[in-house]
């Protein structure tokens, strides 16, 4: 069965702090790996885009890597700030043109205090 | 902003009814994608457009349907409506590859009373 998991579910961290962010998944075939970062009642918003050939992408403060033989992903947070504080989501495409799935984790819920 | 627009913002109705949200994709962007986001499933795929045309199905009740029209915008359309689709209904699009950058709407949010 197609599984995306994230952990840890919520996590609190102190403004400058950094944090690592996990998602394992059991997804075949797999296609790509996203990480998405949503405020709460707004639409997500892309943050990093991994194939399986790439194993590490970066985004400003935002550095995701992608392990395809273990097939986990981390989301690594530098120098948090508080604008920071919001829903981290993995979604693993899977699947080929035609047949092609997107599957969700259930996000990890940050928050950043001053 | 992402550049893509959904309406309304926000929908009340009742049981048994049917409702149309719309998405108008960023400028150049062929693929539409709708997702379903409730609190007790998640975020759901539900359906992907490209160029008019069906590329994938996700979760998608056969109560619901949708189509993209040759200006590429789309609708969701959603009969028959029970207490459990409320929800946030999102729309993104992009450009042309898999592996391109999905921008997300606003969303429309969804009661069902």
């Known amino acids: 069965k197609n599984q995306v998991e994230q952990s840890p579910q919520s996590l609190i961290i102190l403004e400058g702090k950094n944090c690592t962010l996990q998602?394992?998944?059991?997804?075949?075939?797999?296609?790509?790996l996203r990480w998405y970062k949503q405020d709460t009642g707004r639409g997500p918003v892309s943050l990093t885009i991994?194939?399986?050939?790439?194993n590490t992408k970066s985004n400003g403060r935002y550095t995701a890597t992608l392990d395809a033989d273990t097939k986990q992903s981390s989301l690594h947070i530098t120098a948090s700030q508080l604008s920071d504080s919001a829903s981290y989501i993995c979604?693993?495409?899977?699947?080929?043109?035609?047949?092609?799935?997107?599957?969700f984790g259930t996000g990890t819920r940050l928050k950043v205090l001053a | 902003d992402s550049g893509v627009t959904q309406t309304p913002k926000h929908l009340i109705t009742a049981t048994g009814q049917r409702v149309t949200l719309r998405c108008s994709p960023r400028?150049?962007?062929?693929?539409v994608y709708w997702y379903q986001q409730s609190l007790d499933q998640g975020l759901q795929f539900l359906i992907q457009?490209?160029?008019?045309?069906?590329?994938a199905k996700g979760n998608i009740l056969e109560r619901f349907s949708a189509q993209q029209f040759p200006d590429l915008h789309s609708e969701l359309n959603l009969s028959s409506l029970e207490l459990g689709d409320s929800a946030l209904y999102f729309c993104?699009?992009?450009?042309?590859?898999?592996?391109?950058?999905?921008?997300f709407g606003p969303g429309t949010r969804l009661t069902v009373l």
């Open positions: 991994m194939t399986f050939s790439e």
């Open positions: 400028s150049g962007d062929l693929s």
């Open positions: 979604v693993v495409s899977a699947g080929t043109s035609g047949t092609y799935k997107y599957i």
């Open positions: 998602c394992n998944y059991t997804v075949s075939p797999f296609s790509n």
């Open positions: 993104a699009s992009s450009s042309r590859r898999l592996t391109d950058t999905q921008y």
């Open positions: 457009y490209y160029n008019g045309e069906e590329r």
